[in-house]
């Protein structure tokens, strides 16, 4: 068993990996076997610093998460897959795919970008920099900071070193270009979403040669938690379409 994929893993002939948001983890993705149905196997890839692997060090250079994510992956890829990265997920399977195109591995059938901009977006660069009150305020107004967890300092302290390193992880390093794609980028984003709106995900056309969709939901940044049945009619939809049609 892959220390990124650390639950139990349906088999299916199609199978879809979920990359999670920064200070996230697999939680993000818990029901979404049952909602998909048995057609398609959901691999929810978790990284080290969190959940079961809490114990482990964050890693905050991407090259070596990709290396060790393609080491790790790759052979378990050699079915019909897809990829769905939400907001820092979308970036790291960007890296991942691009990776595996250069090497010449086989390449998923579709990306699902989700309320993330693309790489080397302005917002990238910046997010990790700012001081612990103005993160907080920010993830405050994408919704990504429970009340709860701002009521309990020590949960706070705990949980912002976690999301300093994933932010660390999308920063755009100096002089690096961002890959085009040989599979499709199929963006996806929630309607109030003041971080990455409907322009931005637009963005992604530029990655792709392809094609993709654009699809937006009712929500703000975490609009798969908030009204996920559109979204997984969608991912079924558009899974159908590009695979389980070819089976």
């Known amino acids: 068993m892959s ?9 299916a002939e199609m199978v879809l990996l979920c990359f999670h948001h920064a200070g996230g983890g697999t939680a993000l993705f818990r029901g979404w076997q049952e909602s998909l149905g048995p057609d398609i196997a ?7 610093g969190r959940e079961r692997r809490i114990r482990e060090p964050r890693l905050t250079d991407p090259t070596q998460l990709v290396e ?7 052979p378990l890829l050699d079915r019909p897959h897809a990829f769905f990265g939400h907001s820092m997920g979308a970036l790291i399977a960007h890296r991942l795919i691009a990776s595996r195109q250069h090497e010449g591995g086989r390449l998923p059938s579709a990306l699902f970008a989700s309320a993330c ?15 612990d009150d103005e993160l907080i305020a920010r993830l405050r107004r994408l919704g990504g900071m429970p009340e709860e967890l701002l009521e309990h300092p020590e949960w706070l302290r705990l949980a912002l070193p976690v999301i300093r390193d994933d ?21 996806c984003g929630g309607t109030e979403d ?7 995900l637009r963005g992604w056309q530029a990655l792709t040669e392809a094609g993709g969709t654009l699809a937006m ?3 703000d940044h975490f609009y798969v938690k908030q009204r996920p049945d559109s979204l997984f009619r969608h991912l079924r939809d558009v899974l159908s379409e590009t695979v389980l049609c070819k089976k």
């Open 3 to 11: 220390r990124y994929l650390p639950q139990r893993r349906p088999e």
């Open 42 to 48: 959901v691999w929810p890839v978790l990284l080290p």
């Open 68 to 74: 060790e994510l393609a080491a790790e992956l790759g």
């Open 117 to 131: 901009a693309p790489p080397l977006s302005p917002v990238h660069s910046s997010a990790s920099l700012v001081g």
């Open 167 to 187: 932010l660390e992880l999308c920063r755009p390093r100096p002089g690096e270009t961002a890959q085009v794609l040989s599979c499709p980028i199929h963006r």
């Open 194 to 200: 003041r971080l990455v709106g409907e322009a931005e």
């Open 217 to 219: 939901f009712s929500g």
